[in-house]
């Protein structure tokens, strides 16, 4: 099992971005979207953590250690569990305004409590209620952070969840958050599709744009390319002539249908 020192895996991509791994797997095993990656990104004067993991071991130390004295912004990229649990360590949380009042009150971990893994009685002790960040700040589209030397700019792209969001570099890094990875996706129900691919469009054509980008998606392999955005895009167009492989699974309260490049998990509620 970790322990605090090796829970983490810290490692420094560029001068100016530090990536934070986290596996989630070891909270249950039907998470396989190993590993969660969080983001630090270091201006002159500030830094940005995209972020805050599973609340299991403390986090904000070992990012206090990395931003030497920087002032800090913390974002929540949406409000799936894997994303916001070490809120609480943090005073202030940014986060888009359509997924604010989740992370504004405790969160609901009841569906781990049969979780076969052990770590899990790190949260049956807070009762599987995480208690939220004391300070929430709700943005939208357009947002800016100015860190100093390098700013980063909100894209607001809904489908994964309604306030999923995707953040844009200066220096041209594209954070994809869950919007876009190689793994397990989770996906709202059919008819909202078509918002889905609308995000993906709108980060294809910041691409056309924008040619060398690079994408730093929330889960597995990074950096990826643009191929990412039009596999998904692509494999999500074609879940319509695969429909009828779709299979029951509970815990997701989702179909799972397996595509060539991604396995889908569509949501039923
Ligand atoms: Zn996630």
């Not at 983490?8 to 590993?35: G, Q």
């Not at 709202?188 to 744009?209: T, Y």
Request: with cysteine.
């Amino acid at each position: 099992m970790s322990n605090d020192s090796q829970h983490f895996e810290i490692s420094k991509h560029k001068d100016y971005l530090y990536v934070i791994k986290e596996n989630i797997s070891i909270v249950h095993p039907v998470y396989r979207n190993d590993p969660l990656n969080m983001y630090l990104v270091l201006g002159s004067h500030s830094a940005l953590l995209l972020d805050t993991g599973c609340g299991l071991y403390p986090l904000k130390p070992i990012v206090d250690d990395l931003i030497s004295g920087r002032k800090l912004f913390v974002l929540n990229t949406h409000t799936h569990w894997d994303h916001i649990l070490g809120n609480e360590e943090f005073g202030e949380v940014y986060v888009h305004k359509n997924e604010a009042n989740i992370v504004s009150k405790p969160y609901d971990l009841s569906f781990l409590i049969d979780s076969p893994c052990e770590i899990v009685k790190k949260y049956k002790e807070k009762n599987f209620s995480i208690p939220p960040a004391k300070i929430i700040k709700k943005i939208k589209d357009g947002h800016e952070f100015d860190l100093g030397e390098i700013s980063v700019k909100v894209i607001h792209t809904p489908g994964h969840s309604p306030g999923s969001i995707c953040l844009l570099t200066s220096r041209g890094e594209l954070f994809t958050s869950d919007v876009a990875y190689y793994g397990d996706t989770f996906l709202p129900k059919r008819n909202k599709f078509p918002q889905v691919l609308k995000s993906l469009s709108k980060l294809i054509e910041i691409f056309e744009k924008q040619k060398n980008l690079e994408l730093y998606p929330s889960h597995q392999k990074y950096p990826c390319d643009k191929t990412l955005l039009t596999d998904l895009y692509n494999g999500i167009k074609n879940i319509e002539n695969i429909w009828d492989t779709k299979k029951l699974f509970d815990f997701f309260d989702a179909w799972q249908i397996d595509g060539e490049k991604f396995r889908y998990f569509i949501s039923r509620m």
